[in-house]
């Protein structure tokens, strides 16, 4: 029989981090929900004073762990308004999934959550969004979805990767407006990769896990596409498992909420006995692996206490495809799978341990009880750290590197009367096997960041540049391993704030120039005219530039958020400050060239006079188009004084005989509609008067020049007048109106 054991078996991060956290809690503590998806590590959880509860009410006191999947916010503001005190191991991708539903669901968006509606992660996930988020487990949850509607969509961490890709091409096929972020974690893409993968060539899958594990479910599905595959929960589960000879070549894998050591029991009794598949209780009525779960601190018979995380120096005993085999402190041994002997990226080759051999590995599970000796330890968490160092240092000293904030650094600082406080300092991270510590002038693009603000900061991620510490000296920045690195998000912030303002100036002097037609959306209005957003820059159209109309107000234009054509008018730059005039009415008729088109010459208008001046009446045709009735058209009587004709607000009727459009002059006449009789006698009269002007303009030019008085002679203040033969004396003044040189227009 042929063993193998895929590489991503076993614990996943995230949930190693929440089992390891309830175990350091001191007296137990309570989580919120099911800390693992796996129920034989559950009942030893709860030997250890560790439950499980679904509700705040069931909360006595002390402690309570949040775990790996997450929880709404609704539950974090219950948490805070209650005072109780929480551990948060929400998963980091979890975490990060929060936010960006969050973000953009604050921002108008709908949520889409492809994932198993009652999984608690995509429960905990709907809560950041008000649970309005629309979950869509398989291919016709999509009908649900409105094409009109802008979505943004996220998928829970374990979801089948495959499945996945079918259901967002289905979405985006399905939704105009949608944007997505692939959420699902990389363990498990790999996992079911890896599975995929492996399930093709071995005769036989196990799957080791829990039935109630969302991610073991999928690991098994894959597999069993491909090759006979058992679920396997516990060691009694191997009793059903079934081959035809000893050539079989057996397949491992295992979910993120299966430990290590139901791992290599399996793989230990299926390699010890291909035919034993009985229960392997021990007189306690506990399984082996059960007993191996437990958490002790165990005392050799020196008294050297051991407990996981201590790194030892271990000497080999032997080695194999499925690991070594060591031995330490004389009478302990332990184990080193093979999964855990090298860094990544290096192959393990048993033969490269010898017998007596001297390796260094650090404790990653103990036994418990008195028949339980075997400790698992692992080299690779060494060997990767060290390794770490080098990659990591490379990375850090590029222009930027991204960090999620673990926790506030605090400082001591003693007051004037000599007590001591804690203030916050700053920001604590983690890069790779280094820390990472941000100061708080350093967090944000100006000033200190207070203790509101770096608290705001934690579980979130930073963009950083290392930095000089004040410790540093002269030279170059070097980072070396154990070494505090020193960073700076600030002056990221402020490159980045510059180089957005040099974008902005350079695409505002690309495209902004004066005469350029450009479209643009109105967002609001004022009395003094509507602001429009262009080319992403708010502009304004002041209300004299939207019509030709005075009195119309600017909603009585433009409507709110549509789009129109303006043209640039002016372009005001003062340091910082841009400014943009934009005309609307330039691009539009004017209220002449639309009044020519509706009236053309000869056309008959009524309206109110709106003025009347000495030389003539202003009547209105419509709303901010005037007409002149110029004195000499108003009747075919002489007319000396429009007034006497015409009054304001009197209707009239006139007849368009002049059309200025380009200066927006209309010229009308009243007299041409007179009834035709009323016309020949105005006619006979306008003769009769032309006969004696010419008349009396012949008198003026005969008459005999005045005799020339003496200068003592008294001036007659009686008129002069001159006359010809019998004619009639006529005086200046009437021959200057007979000829109608007195200054007045009829």
């Given at each position: 029989?042929?063993?193998?054991?895929?590489?991503?078996?076993?614990?996943?991060?995230?949930?190693?981090?929440?089992?390891?956290?309830?175990?350091?809690?001191?007296g137990g503590?309570y989580?919120?929900?099911?800390l693992?998806?796996?129920?034989?590590?559950?009942?030893?959880?709860e030997?250890?004073?560790?439950h499980?509860?679904?509700?705040?009410?069931?909360?006595?006191?002390?402690?309570?762990?949040i775990?790996?999947?997450?929880?709404?916010?609704?539950?974090?503001?219950?948490?805070?308004?209650?005072?109780?005190?929480?551990?948060?191991?929400?998963?980091?991708?979890?975490?990060r999934?929060?936010?960006l539903?969050?973000e953009?669901?604050?921002n108008?968006?709908?949520?889409?959550?492809i994932?198993?509606k009652?999984?608690?992660?995509?429960?905990?996930?709907?809560?950041?969004?008000?649970?309005?988020?629309?979950?869509?487990?398989n291919?016709?949850?999509?009908?649900?979805?409105?094409p009109?509607?802008?979505?943004?969509c996220?998928?829970?961490t374990?979801?089948d990767?495959?499945?996945?890709?079918?259901?967002?091409n289905?979405?985006?096929?399905k939704?105009?407006?949608?944007?997505?972020?692939?959420?699902?974690?990389?363990?498990?893409?790999?996992?079911?990769?890896?599975?995929?993968?492996?399930?093709?060539?071995?005769d036989l899958?196990l799957?080791?896990?829990?039935?109630?594990?969302s991610?073991?479910?999928?690991l098994?599905?894959?597999?069993?596409?491909?090759?006979?595959?058992?679920l396997?929960?516990?060691?009694a589960?191997?009793k059903?498992?079934?081959?035809?000879?000893?050539?079989?070549?057996?397949?491992?894998?295992?979910?993120?909420?299966?430990?290590?050591?139901?791992?290599?029991e399996?793989?230990?009794h299926?390699?010890?006995?291909?035919?034993?598949?009985?229960?392997?209780a021990?007189?306690?009525?506990?399984?082996?692996?059960?007993?191996?779960?437990?958490?002790?601190?165990?005392k050799?018979?020196?008294?050297?206490?051991i407990?996981?995380?201590?790194?030892?120096?271990?000497?080999?005993?032997?080695?194999?495809?499925?690991?070594?085999?060591?031995?330490?402190n004389?009478?302990?041994?332990?184990?080193?799978?093979a999964?855990?002997?090298?860094?990544?990226?290096?192959?393990y080759n048993?033969?490269?341990y010898?017998?007596?051999?001297?390796?260094?590995?650090?404790?990653?599970d103990?036994?418990?009880?008195?028949?339980?000796?075997?400790?698992?330890?692992?080299?690779?968490?060494?060997?990767q750290?060290?390794?770490?160092w080098d990659?990591?240092?490379?990375?850090?000293s590029?222009?930027?590197f991204?960090?999620?904030?673990?926790e506030?650094?605090?400082?001591t600082?003693?007051?004037?009367?000599?007590?001591?406080?804690?203030r916050?300092?700053?920001?604590?991270?983690?890069?790779g096997?280094?820390?990472?510590f941000?100061?708080?002038?350093?967090?944000k693009?100006s000033?200190?960041?207070?203790?509101?603000e770096?608290a705001?900061k934690?579980?979130?991620?930073?963009?950083?540049?290392?930095?000089k510490?004040?410790?540093?000296g002269?030279?170059?920045?070097?980072v070396k391993?154990h070494?505090?690195?020193?960073?700076?998000?600030?002056v990221?912030?402020?490159?980045?704030?510059?180089?957005?303002?040099?974008a902005?100036e350079?695409?505002?002097n690309?495209f902004?120039e004066?005469g350029k037609?450009?479209?643009?959306?109105?967002?609001?209005?004022?009395?003094?005219?509507?602001?429009?957003?262009?080319n992403g820059?708010e502009?304004l159209?002041?209300?004299?530039?939207?019509?030709?109309n005075?009195?119309?107000?600017p909603?009585d234009?433009?409507?709110?958020?549509k789009?129109?054509?303006?043209?640039?008018?002016?372009?005001?730059?003062?340091g910082?400050?841009?400014?943009v005039?934009?005309?609307y009415?330039?691009?539009q008729?004017s209220?002449?060239e639309?009044?020519?088109?509706?009236?053309?010459l000869?056309?008959?208008?009524t309206?109110?006079?709106?003025?009347?001046t000495?030389?003539?009446?202003?009547?209105?045709?419509e709303?901010?188009?005037?007409?002149?009735?110029?004195?000499?058209e108003?009747?075919r009587?002489?007319?000396k004084?429009?007034?006497?004709?015409?009054?304001?607000?009197q209707?009239?009727?006139?007849?368009?005989i002049?059309?200025?459009v380009?200066k927006?002059?209309?010229?009308?006449s009243?007299?041409?509609?007179?009834?035709?009789?009323?016309?020949v006698?105005?006619?006979?009269a306008?003769?009769?008067s032309?006969?004696?002007?010419?008349r009396?303009?012949?008198k003026?030019?005969t008459?005999?020049?005045p005799?020339?008085?003496?200068?003592?002679?008294?001036v007659s203040e009686?008129?002069?007048?001159?006359?010809?033969g019998d004619?009639?004396?006529?005086?200046?003044?009437?021959l200057?109106?007979?000829?109608?040189?007195?200054?007045n227009?009829?």
């Amino acid at each position: 029989m042929q063993i193998i054991v895929a590489k991503n078996a076993g614990f996943c991060k995230g949930v190693q981090n929440a089992i390891n956290s309830a175990y350091s809690i001191e007296g137990g503590c309570y989580t919120f929900g099911n800390l693992i998806h796996n129920e034989i590590v559950l009942k030893q959880l709860e030997e250890n004073n560790i439950h499980a509860i679904n509700s705040l009410d069931e909360f006595k006191g002390g402690t309570l762990l949040i775990r790996t999947h997450g929880v709404g916010k609704d539950v974090y503001d219950e948490l805070e308004k209650r005072g109780i005190h929480y551990i948060d191991a929400t998963c980091p991708f979890v975490k990060r999934i929060h936010d960006l539903v969050k973000e953009n669901y604050d921002n108008g968006k709908k949520i889409i959550i492809i994932g198993d509606k009652n999984h608690p992660e995509v429960v905990g996930t709907n809560g950041w969004c008000n649970y309005e988020g629309i979950i869509i487990s398989n291919e016709k949850d999509v009908e649900l979805l409105d094409p009109n509607l802008d979505y943004f969509c996220v998928a829970q961490t374990t979801f089948d990767s495959y499945l996945y890709k079918i259901i967002i091409n289905l979405v985006k096929n399905k939704v105009n407006l949608v944007a997505n972020a692939n959420t699902i974690c990389y363990t498990t893409t790999g996992r079911q990769e890896e599975a995929e993968k492996l399930s093709k060539k071995c005769d036989l899958m196990l799957v080791i896990g829990s039935k109630t594990s969302s991610n073991t479910t999928k690991l098994f599905n894959i597999c069993s596409n491909n090759c006979s595959t058992y679920l396997i929960e516990n060691l009694a589960d191997l009793k059903s498992v079934e081959y035809k000879n000893n050539n079989v070549v057996v397949g491992i894998v295992a979910g993120a909420s299966t430990p290590q050591e139901l791992i290599m029991e399996v793989k230990r009794h299926m390699s010890e006995s291909q035919e034993n598949k009985k229960n392997t209780a021990v007189e306690s009525g506990k399984t082996e692996f059960e007993l191996a779960m437990a958490k002790l601190d165990v005392k050799s018979s020196k008294g050297m206490q051991i407990k996981s995380g201590d790194r030892l120096n271990l000497t080999v005993i032997s080695a194999d495809a499925n690991g070594i085999k060591v031995n330490f402190n004389g009478k302990k041994d332990g184990f080193i799978a093979a999964a855990d002997a090298e860094a990544e990226g290096v192959e393990y080759n048993p033969a490269n341990y010898k017998e007596g051999d001297s390796i260094r590995a650090q404790v990653i599970d103990m036994p418990k009880g008195a028949d339980a000796t075997l400790f698992y330890f692992s080299k690779k968490i060494i060997d990767q750290k060290n390794k770490d160092w080098d990659e990591y240092a490379k990375k850090i000293s590029e222009p930027e590197f991204k960090v999620t904030v673990s926790e506030v650094a605090t400082k001591t600082f003693k007051n004037e009367d000599g007590t001591e406080v804690k203030r916050a300092s700053g920001l604590k991270a983690k890069f790779g096997p280094y820390d990472v510590f941000i100061p708080s002038s350093q967090v944000k693009g100006s000033g200190f960041a207070n203790e509101n603000e770096l608290a705001e900061k934690v579980g979130k991620e930073l963009t950083v540049r290392a930095i000089k510490s004040n410790k540093d000296g002269e030279g170059d920045l070097v980072v070396k391993p154990h070494q505090t690195v020193f960073a700076s998000a600030k002056v990221i912030l402020e490159e980045k704030k510059a180089a957005k303002k040099a974008a902005e100036e350079k695409a505002f002097n690309e495209f902004f120039e004066v005469g350029k037609v450009v479209n643009g959306k109105v967002t609001k209005f004022e009395t003094f005219g509507a602001f429009v957003k262009v080319n992403g820059f708010e502009c304004l159209a002041h209300v004299k530039n939207l019509s030709y109309n005075r009195n119309a107000k600017p909603e009585d234009v433009l409507e709110l958020n549509k789009t129109y054509s303006f043209v640039i008018l002016d372009i005001t730059v003062d340091g910082d400050k841009r400014r943009v005039s934009l005309g609307y009415k330039q691009l539009q008729k004017s209220l002449y060239e639309e009044a020519f088109e509706k009236y053309p010459l000869g056309s008959t208008v009524t309206g109110p006079v709106k003025s009347v001046t000495n030389y003539g009446a202003y009547v209105q045709i419509e709303d901010g188009v005037d007409g002149l009735v110029p004195v000499g058209e108003i009747s075919r009587q002489y007319v000396k004084d429009p007034a006497d004709f015409l009054k304001v607000d009197q209707e009239v009727t006139a007849q368009i005989i002049k059309f200025d459009v380009a200066k927006g002059k209309i010229t009308l006449s009243i007299k041409a509609l007179l009834p035709e009789e009323e016309v020949v006698a105005e006619e006979a009269a306008e003769e009769h008067s032309a006969r004696r002007n010419s008349r009396n303009l012949k008198k003026f030019e005969t008459a005999d020049a005045p005799k020339k008085k003496s200068k003592k002679a008294e001036v007659s203040e009686e008129p002069q007048t001159y006359s010809t033969g019998d004619s009639e004396g006529v005086s200046l003044g009437s021959l200057l109106k007979d000829l109608g040189l007195d200054g007045n227009d009829d």
